[in-house]
């Protein structure tokens, strides 16, 4: 599968592959913290979002969430 021309890294942006049954999925991710230095609680508090790199992730993972636009085959299981 040749790489779209979204999903060539930036300096600031290593992707993530991952081969999986469905396909290698490519992702970049974003970290967001909150607090100030001062609230020690909120300080250790970290959010990671993964995002699709390129169309057929997109289609895998709604695919596999059972969002419609999903690639056909990919079905959500379980309850």
Known sequence: MPDSPGARPSP???PLR???PHGELSMFSTMATFGA???VT???LAIELFYPLDDFTTKALRG????PGGMP?????GS
């Open 18 to 20: 991952v081969r999986t």
């Open 73 to 77: 085959g990919h079905v959500r299981t």
């Open 12 to 14: 600031v942006q290593v």
């Open 64 to 67: 596999l969430a059972g969002m």
């Open 37 to 39: 230095p001062a609230d």
């Open 42 to 44: 909120l300080s250790e």
